[in-house]
């Protein structure tokens, strides 16, 4: 992982990217926080908290990986995301090694939820799972309770693509041309 920091460190912040970055480091509205400290964490409300900032911050993160309009996006937000991991204000110092491996698990965790399918379960549905996983609740959930969760993690997805579109811009097309075509004409 030095590597990587010594990586991030040298390059210089895109303008765009911190912008984008600073909207991931909003923090969750209390409403969702005493939901999923109702619902998934057994009444630990920091728990829930920091469980909803690393959903934002993941949802991010895969939003500039898979939708950004050109492939340099991704990895601007992720050496700008470990710049600030490196300088947020809740995180002590000694623990900043912790958060940077917890949000990683998340990371891959909500990655991996994305690109599953299973029968009968939509992506909100694996969203929801994941979140009430890594809060602490494990099986008992209702459905109902799964796709709440599911639903506060796509709001986010959906905060990240406006935010994706309005720092780094998007995709303008002609009405007549679908994006599909331009990938076919261009090969």
Avoid: C
Wanted: hydrophobic fraction near 40%; proline fraction near 3%.
């Amino acid at each position: 992982m030095s590597r990587w920091r010594d990586w991030v460190g040298s390059r210089a912040s895109d303008p765009r990217a911190v912008a984008y970055v600073a909207t991931l480091h909003l923090e969750p509205d209390d409403d969702a926080v005493r939901w999923l400290t109702e619902q998934g964490t057994g009444g630990d409300a920091d728990h829930a908290r920091w469980e909803l900032r690393y959903a934002r911050r993941a949802a991010g993160l895969l939003a500039a990986q898979r939708d950004a309009l050109d492939d340099q996006t991704g990895s601007l937000v992720a050496a700008e995301m470990a710049r600030s991991l490196a300088r947020d204000p809740h995180i002590a110092s000694s623990k900043r090694q912790v958060a940077e491996q917890q949000f990683n698990a998340r990371l891959r965790a909500y990655g991996d939820a994305l690109g599953r399918r299973e029968a009968g379960r939509s992506m909100i549905w694996q969203l929801g799972r994941t979140l009430l996983g890594f809060a602490g609740s494990r099986g008992s959930a209702s459905d109902e309770v799964i796709t709440h969760a599911g639903s506060l993690v796509s709001r986010y997805l959906a905060d990240a693509n406006a935010a994706l579109r309005l720092h780094f811009g998007a995709a303008n097309l002609p009405d007549d041309i679908v994006p599909s075509a331009l990938r076919t004409s261009s090969r």
